[in-house]
């Protein structure tokens, strides 16, 4: 199947810089390390101007999630299919900073794409390779063409998403007959072990739990209204 590439107008900086992150990107084709019950950090972003805020939700077997906010000033404009420019450097100053906290994830969970992306770079890939994290992506939406009639109803029902004739991502089901999300590998865990730890997790919804309350709590705070029990990160400060 034929893409799209809705990235050809990127100024040439960017072009670089997206190859250069590209290359870092490692995908095993066996399981990682990860171990049955890693820590688990689930990321998302609201947006109030030029500022990010960020929802970050830990999670891990046997224990009580753990929910933490911060914001960062934004170095890039947005610009479709390049969001990691954006996103990115936020996302990567949260992490770093949980990192201080001695709070440091094994796994990363993006609201957004890996390797499914025009340039195999999605924000998801981005933060793994800078912060050295095992990464997923898990989006609501895809930049790329997948064949839908041939995704069954059930929970676990996949279709397979790919780039020049190499497998990518997964269109796939996590509750029946509810929309699918789109599941790929951002950096250091392989595209099967991908989609069995987006299903690992707690959910009634389409969006796990993790990630719906990474985004409530990206949410609240953009308003300003914390809840008991979450740990305030403050600025941040975005690398370029």
């Known amino acids: 199947m034929t893409q799209p590439d809705h990235l050809a107008g990127l100024p040439p900086r960017w072009r670089e810089r997206q190859a250069s992150l590209a290359g870092r990107v490692s995908i095993p084709s066996g399981p990682s390390e990860l171990?049955?019950?890693?820590?688990?950090?689930?990321l998302d972003v609201q947006y109030v101007g030029e500022v990010a805020h960020l929802g970050g939700v830990l999670v891990r077997e046997g224990e009580e999630p753990r929910t933490f906010v911060g914001r960062a000033a934004t170095r890039a404009p947005y610009v479709p299919g390049a969001f990691c420019f954006r996103e990115g450097p936020p996302l990567i100053a949260f992490v770093e900073a949980l990192c201080e906290l001695n709070q440091a994830p094994q796994l990363l969970l993006v609201?957004?794409?890996?390797?499914?992306h025009p340039r195999r770079i999605g924000v998801?890939?981005?933060?793994?390779?800078?912060?050295?994290?095992?990464?997923?992506?898990?989006?609501?939406?895809?930049?790329l063409r997948?064949?839908?009639?041939?995704?069954?109803l059930e929970?676990?029902?996949r279709v397979q998403v790919s780039l020049e004739?190499?497998?990518?991502?997964?269109?796939?089901?996590?509750?029946?007959?509810?929309?699918?999300?789109?599941?790929s590998p951002g950096h250091g865990i392989s595209l099967a072990e991908s989609v069995e730890r987006v299903l690992e997790l707690p959910?009634?919804?389409?969006?796990?739990?993790?990630l719906r309350a990474a985004d409530h709590a990206a949410r609240q705070s953009a308003k300003g209204a914390l809840e008991a029990g979450w740990v305030q990160l403050g600025s941040l400060s975005s690398p370029r």
């Open 35 to 42: 171990g049955p019950t890693p820590r688990i950090l689930a």
């Open 111 to 116: 609201d957004g794409h890996g390797i499914a």
């Open 124 to 143: 998801a890939s981005w933060v793994g390779v800078e912060t050295g994290i095992a990464s997923v992506g898990c989006a609501k939406g895809t930049l």
């Open 146 to 152: 997948a064949d839908f009639r041939a995704l069954g």
């Open 155 to 157: 929970r676990g029902d």
């Open 165 to 183: 004739g190499q497998a990518v991502g997964y269109v796939l089901r996590t509750r029946r007959a509810v929309k699918p999300v789109f599941v």
């Open 203 to 210: 959910g009634q919804f389409r969006v796990c739990d993790p």
